[in-house]
Structures are given as C-alpha cells and as structure tokens.
C-alpha cells in the first residue's frame, strides 16, 4: 500500500459522542445556551477531531506551499513569474501579509518550495521538497505526471506526520504561486460541473481582456487533457500544480492524525476538494477560513457543505485567511476551557429550564 | 455649555487626506492592491481617525456597563433580574464570555456599575459609576428622568476622556442587563421607523408566548411614554437604561477624543444609534464588530451605514463581539504596519501599472 493509500486508510469520521461531551460543557458555562453561536461550534468541532475534552490549540503551524506553472506563459495573471521566488524570500524575511497575520495569531508559517521554478541553494528557514521545476503548460499537455502528483502530495502528507510528531494542535494551509488561480479554477469546473467562467475570478487583478484570455485558457486546457472527474489523482497530474498537490495531502495527513486543519481561499479550497474528491471523511477535520472574493471558492466550499468563518474581501492567499481563521477557532476552544460554569460562578440559570430555547444551535 | 454638550461641538468629521495617506502605504505593500480588503479598510479607518500615518494598537478596553431594567418584572427575559450583579461578579472574578475573549485580544475589561439594583460596597476592580437603581418599569412611565439619562451619558463621555489620557488606542463597548434587549428593541423601533415586531428578537432564548408578551410590553411603553424621535434625549429617557445612555456617552467621548470605537451587539447598537441620532459624525469613529441573531440589529447598523465585521451567530452581548472584531482591526493595523514594501523585499511589481486593477477597493 502506498503512503497516499495508508493515509486515507487510517481516516475516520470523527465520534458523534464528543460533540454532546463538548456540547453538554459548553451548555453549562455563564452564558444563555448558544449565545456565542460558532464559537461554540468550532469548540465543539475540535474537542470532537482531537477526541479530547481538554483540548489545546498552542501549537499552530500554517503551510504555505509554492509551486510555479507553466500556463504562466499564456498571460493569465497581473504579475510577472518570477514573483514566485521573490515571495519565497519575503516569506523567509518575514514581511508578507502571511507573516504579519501569523504572528497576530501566534502561528508558525512553514515556507515548502514544492515546486518553484528556481533554486534557492541552502537558503535558511526554507522547506527543500521541491519535487518539479514548475508545471508544463496545462493548456499543452498535462501539467505534471502521475508519478510526480502523488509525490507532491507524499510532501504534504509527510509534513502533516512530522508536525503531528512534533506536538503541533492545529494546521492551516497556504500558497504562493503566480497563475495558480487558473488550475484551481480548472479544477473547480471539473468537479463542481459548472462552465469555466462560473468558477473563474480575477486573481490577483487582472483586466477584463486578460479575463476573457483566461477563460479561453482555463477551457482548452480540460479540453486538451479530458481529465476524468471521478478520478482525482488524474484531474490533480493534469491539471496540477505542485502546491495544490501538497494542501490535498496536508489535509489528507491531518485528518489521518486527527488534526483540525484550516482551509485558506479559493487555492487551497480547491487542494480540500482533491482531498475531499480522495476521501469524503476529510471534511470532518477541515475549517474554511473565508470566502474569498474569486467566484469559484463558494461553489466548491457549498460542495463540501463548509460555512467559511470569515467574509472580509480578502483574495491574497499565502494562508492569510487560514491565519486569521485560526485565531478565532481558538478563541472559541478558549471560551470551552476557561469560562466559568453556573456552579463555580453561583449564577442563577433560566427561570424554567423545561423551557427549550429556541434560539438554540 | 453641559459637558455632552461641549463634548458633541469637539467630534470633527475625519480628515479624507489621511485615507489617501494610508491606501497609498497600503497600496505599495509586497500583495496585489487591495488584496487585504477589510483589512485594509480598517487600517485606513484608523490612521485616519488617529491622524496618525503610524498607528498603534497595544492598548485597548473593553467597558461593560452594567444595569438593571424594571421592565423585567414585565416576564420579557429568560434570566431572573438578579443575574445582572451576579454576572457583574462574574466579569471581575474573570470567569465570564467577555474575560475570555478580551483576554484573547489583549484588551482590559473595564466592569461599570452604571445602574444595577444591587449594592456592591467596595468590591475590588469595579468602576462604580452608579446613578440609579435600575430603571423604572417603561411600560408603566418613563426609565428615568431627564436629568439621570444625561448623567449616564456624562459617565460614558468621562470613561472616555479618562481612558483617552491614560494613553488607550482603540475602545470596544459592552453590556449586561437582564431584560435589556426590551429598551433596545424600543430604541430601535422608534428611530428605524419599523414596528416593534421587526425589530424584536429572542434575547436570551425565550419561547413564541414570552416573545408576544414582550413585543406587546414594547409597543405598550412607546405607547405610554410617547417618545420624541426627533429628540434622542428624550427617548433615551422615556425609554432607557442606564447602560445604554454609558454606551452612547462612551461613543461621543471616543470620537471627541478621535479615537476608534468598537460597537459589539444589538443593545450597543442601540447605544451607537442614539450618539448618532445626537451627532451623525460619530459614525466615522465607529465599527460595527459584528451582526447578532437579533433581528433589529441589522437594520440599526443598516441606519448608520456601518457593514459588520463578523457574522458568528452570537448573542451574547457583554463586549464578546467587541472583543473578536478588535483583534481583527488590529490585524488591519499590523498588516499596515509591519509588511514590507515591493522596494523593501525586491519583488517585482504587475506587469502593467497602468492597468488599473479592477478588483481594486
């Protein structure tokens, strides 16, 4: 069995029986039951993942894989490739808006070359597990080969184990990679069967003809490739790219470990539906961060039944999202572990308890 | 000149110079323009406000005013009306929603005894700013005299002044009050126009038959005590409460002293709505922290044009809602403050500058 394989083998639905432990706690602490809404969900939905009743969320790690493609050639994004490497380096030099949001919530950001056009030599902080030089121009060929997809996901999926090991509470996903709104809308349109231009948005700011350029790209490459929608592994080598690949098995990892993991924007939502598209159950430790303003992130969040957390217009990626996501799940993990119950407190609860609140979750 | 007077003639409309200041340091961040979205805005907002292109966040409070409402013999509340200084002891022992989540967001609670129907003696780390007892039932007569409600404002302006030369960068608003969703249903129903039932919610968790009563409860005081809308005094008066009258006062004094307020739930708002009815330029001081499941808060904040920061279904009250969108606006700050410019990290910028970028904010 392959390790992709044995991954999804140990993925199981979380235990229905710790959202009532979770639940039954939080319905006893100083507050009208349901008052603090999805707080109170994330809480539960945590306690539930890590099977524990005393769970912790100190040790964050946020993942942001980078990868190049070759569809860049075709004009479909506002900024030139190279950018790619040269957010690798602000990345290590700690002055993206990955690293500012990561710090506000207390979170490592792990920086993996997946797939980047370049060579960084020993750079420090930097994550080697570069597996290609880029993709292939989708609109081509394939992006990458079979052998090459399942490698890239391998990486995430081993990144996942190792920091599992090493003690960590939470993931969140990331990315860098110029033009790689065009494989995840490839791949949103291939799963969710929509038109090319439902799911297609304007990146990183693009003008209306470049749009227009994009669709046509984004169409000739599923018609070039014929990717076939039932099976995953040949829509990820075809239609790529490298850091798709790494957050399908981050998430896959996670879940194997029984980790929360939070989704980033419309990028990383399309690596969870991959993952998601392998092994259904993932979607039971996954967390969507926000929606994004790209027009494809909400169709593929409604296909995976996920309610992001946040809506604040936000389409930069990196993990910025996932970031802030974080934060606000572990405030709700707080509100489980340090309010005060109705007995410690000696508050008087609600007059007639027979009562059921109607208001309740 | 009174001192809410004297204080209404300081608020000044914020200076539009200062946006274009922060988007232009905002637009030349190592991200696509405008890719942050709320982010940015907030980070605008706040330099604006300031006047100040280096903005800081480190101190922040969170003022929970604390009051009793003679309506709650009228059965408008899940809750018994002695929770309200239960829970006041609550917020000082540390145990409570808001102690959690302010905790989280490095803000200090400041706990105000304004107008609870209890007494507390010497009671260490409560602000005892009390004027009255509790108000008056409002569906036999008015909450309180004219005299008292400018007193409780006066006491939200002076936390104000005081907090603004103690050095503090950003304010959040909060409450407690058993039955006090009933005043703020009032508040609101009178200067939105709307009937009582539109803006009329659960509160707490109550069941259909207590939620009739309490919107005829409603209606009956409008009735009685003939609110004039063009008069916010007189309907903060004739309707009440003592917190609500701190919170509006609060507002007044942060504008007056330009510095950010964070408006959390429905009675906040109600409070946010009556500073505004009193001077709408405290808008450009206000954020709205995020929509409750109260169905008149939505069309309060639509009022005031104020877009909430975050939607989790919480109603909770206290400052909880304060205490989340603080932490995100101080993100804004942080983004705006710490990432590296396109010069700074040499990262190429787009292609074509002269492309504006239509996803442009």
Not at 113 to 118: K, L, N, S, T
Not at 198 to 219: A, H, L, P, Q, S
Not at 300 to 312: A, F, H, Q, V, Y
């Amino acid at each position: 069995m392959s390790k992709l394989e044995q991954t999804i083998s140990f993925i199981k639905p979380v235990n229905p029986v710790f959202y009532e432990k979770a639940q039954s706690r939080l319905d006893n602490l100083t507050k009208p039951q349901g008052s603090l809404g999805r707080l109170e969900e994330f809480a539960a939905r945590v306690v539930a993942i890590n099977e524990n009743i005393k769970p912790a969320l100190n040790k964050k790690a946020i993942f942001t894989f980078a990868g190049d493609h070759g569809v860049a050639e075709e004009g479909v994004s506002a900024f030139p490739k190279e950018v790619t490497p040269q957010m690798v380096l602000n990345f290590l030099r700690g002055g993206a808006g990955i690293n500012v949001l990561a710090r506000h919530s207390g979170a490592e950001v792990v920086v993996v070359d997946i797939g980047v056009d370049y060579e960084f030599g020993n750079v420090k902080g930097l994550c080697h597990r570069k597996v290609i030089r880029g993709t292939t121009n989708i609109r081509k060929g394939p992006a990458m080969s079979m052998d090459e997809a399942i490698k890239c996901m391998e990486v995430g999926i081993e990144l996942a184990d190792e920091y599992a090991k090493k003690g960590y509470h939470i993931f969140g996903t990331g990315e860098m990679g110029i033009a790689n709104t065009t494989p995840s809308s490839a791949i949103a349109a291939v799963f969710s069967k929509r038109t090319v231009e439902e799911v297609t948005g304007k990146g990183t700011g693009i003008n209306d003809d470049t749009f227009k350029n994009k669709v046509r790209v984004i169409e000739d490459a599923i018609k070039i490739n014929k990717p076939n929608q039932k099976d995953p592994l040949d829509v990820l080598a075809k239609l790529g790219g490298a850091e798709i690949a790494g957050i399908a098995g981050l998430i896959l990892g996670a879940a194997a470990n029984r980790i929360p993991v939070v989704i980033d924007g419309f990028i990383s939502t399309a690596g969870a539906l991959l993952a998601y598209e392998l092994c259904h159950t993932v979607r039971d430790y996954m967390f969507a961060a926000h929606t994004s303003v790209e027009r494809g992130h909400w169709i593929m969040l409604e296909k995976m039944d996920l309610k992001p957390i946040l809506n604040l217009n936000m389409r930069l990626g990196e993990g910025t999202g996932a970031a802030l996501g974080i934060s606000l799940i572990e405030a709700g993990v707080k509100i489980y572990n340090e309010m005060a119950t109705f007995g410690d407190a000696g508050v008087s609860e609600r007059k007639d308890e027979s009562e059921a609140c109607p208001c309740r979750l």
